[in-house]
């Protein structure tokens, strides 16, 4: 960290924010998405500029961080493996400190967790964890805001994650901390989630095999493709070891009778999901999917106009 440089809030975890923080800006999110809605001319950051940082490709995140920027008034910058040094030669904290004397956020999404916490350390402006194969905490924000505003609060709720014990998993499992609600995690032998994260969810998370045990009375089921970016040659294995975890209307019917499902998408229907789950009366992926970009949006505004 630079000498002079001024301590600033980063979010590289939902964990990042207390739990009055995160229930205030899924709350900002809905407002920001009523006011887009409404035609309400909101722009607070007239000359501001987030560098965007792809190591790992995007639709969703590319295009709510860049579109969100331009609504409030600012600028997105897209940078891709192409177009900066990170990881090509250049230390990791070099780029930090050349960054962040130039732009005013920096949104990364990577592979390798510690990029962004190293990022971090030596940035004079708020970075963000737009995902890495740890943890994918915009898509949580994104994810508590839409079953807030179809269901209300999800605190004492049942969550069913069902599939591999990935970022996604690891998020929830963060969210169950910071939302106070119980999570169950289906998931076949040897794909659970990280063991620390797990000792440090005791008590809100339990493992279970069955799909439609772990569903039973649950007020909403998330699940995630089989296999992530990266993993594309173990597909044929996952597969099979994945069969029987598919989100279909049979582990629905466990689910209590409002029960909501989410998916952050990309999805493969007829894989982890069906198609009459996914495109069905209780999905709400695509109110999810739009919430990216007012989640995100409140995100900004909490991370720049503090700094401010």
Same mark, same amino acid.
């Given at each position: 960290?630079?000498?002079?440089?001024?301590?600033?809030?980063?979010?590289?975890?939902?964990?990042?924010?207390?739990?009055?923080?995160?229930?205030?800006?899924?709350?900002?999110?809905?407002?920001?998405?009523?006011?887009?809605?409404?035609?309400?001319?909101?722009?607070? =950051?007239?000359?501001?500029?987030?560098?965007?940082?792809?190591?790992?490709?995007?639709?969703?995140?590319?295009?709510?961080?860049?579109?969100?920027?331009? #609504?409030?008034?600012?600028?997105?910058?897209?940078?891709?493996?192409?177009?900066?040094?990170?990881?090509?030669?250049?230390?990791?904290?070099?780029?930090?400190?050349?960054?962040?004397?130039?732009?005013?956020?920096?949104?990364?999404?990577?592979?390798?967790?510690?990029?962004?916490?190293?990022?971090?350390?030596?940035?004079?402006?708020?970075?963000?964890?737009?995902?890495?194969?740890?943890?994918?905490?915009?898509?949580?924000?994104?994810?508590? #805001?839409?079953?807030?505003?179809?269901?209300?609060?999800?605190?004492?709720?049942?969550?069913?994650?069902?599939?591999?014990?990935?970022?996604?998993?690891?998020?929830?499992?963060?969210?169950?901390?910071?939302?106070? *609600?119980?999570?169950?995690?289906?998931?076949?032998?040897?794909?659970?989630?990280?063991?620390?994260?797990?000792?440090?969810?005791?008590?809100?998370?339990?493992?279970?095999?069955?799909?439609?045990?772990?569903?039973?009375?649950?007020?909403?089921?998330?699940?995630?493709?089989?296999?992530?970016?990266?993993?594309?040659?173990? @597909?044929?294995?996952?597969?099979?070891?994945?069969?029987?975890? #598919?989100?279909?209307?049979?582990?629905?019917?466990?689910?209590?009778?409002?029960?909501? *499902?989410?998916?952050?998408?990309?999805?493969?229907?007829?894989?982890?999901?069906?198609?009459?789950?996914?495109?069905?009366?209780?999905?709400?992926?695509?109110?999810?999917?739009?919430?990216?970009?007012?989640? #995100?949006?409140?995100?900004?505004? =909490?991370?720049?106009?503090? @700094?401010?």
């Amino acid at each position: 960290m630079d000498a002079d440089q001024t301590p600033c809030r980063h979010f590289l975890s939902l964990l990042d924010l207390s739990a009055e923080e995160a229930r205030r800006l899924i709350a900002r999110a809905t407002e920001l998405k009523r006011m887009l809605k409404s035609g309400e001319d909101y722009r607070p =950051f007239p000359n501001r500029t987030l560098a965007m940082i792809f190591e790992k490709s995007s639709t969703r995140t590319r295009v709510s961080f860049e579109v969100g920027m331009v #609504q409030l008034g600012g600028h997105a910058l897209f940078l891709s493996p192409r177009d900066t040094q990170l990881g090509r030669g250049e230390p990791i904290e070099d780029s930090a400190r050349v960054l962040s004397r130039m732009v005013d956020a920096v949104m990364i999404r990577t592979y390798d967790h510690d990029i962004v916490e190293r990022f971090a350390a030596n940035s004079r402006v708020p970075v963000i964890n737009g995902l890495t194969d740890r943890l994918h905490p915009c898509q949580l924000l994104a994810d508590m #805001q839409t079953y807030h505003e179809h269901r209300g609060d999800i605190r004492g709720r049942r969550v069913t994650w069902i599939g591999d014990g990935n970022n996604m998993c690891h998020s929830f499992m963060e969210a169950a901390q910071v939302f106070d *609600f119980e999570l169950r995690v289906a998931c076949p032998e040897g794909f659970e989630p990280d063991a620390d994260l797990l000792a440090a969810v005791q008590g809100r998370c339990s493992i279970l095999r069955d799909p439609e045990e772990a569903a039973e009375g649950a007020d909403l089921v998330v699940t995630d493709v089989w296999a992530s970016m990266g993993q594309e040659e173990e @597909q044929a294995k996952r597969e099979a070891l994945f069969a029987p975890f #598919q989100v279909d209307d049979a582990v629905m019917s466990q689910t209590a009778p409002d029960a909501l *499902f989410m998916h952050c998408l990309p999805a493969h229907r007829g894989e982890e999901v069906s198609a009459s789950v996914i495109d069905g009366p209780r999905s709400v992926v695509w109110d999810e999917a739009e919430n990216r970009l007012h989640a #995100q949006k409140a995100l900004l505004e =909490f991370l720049l106009l503090r @700094q401010a």
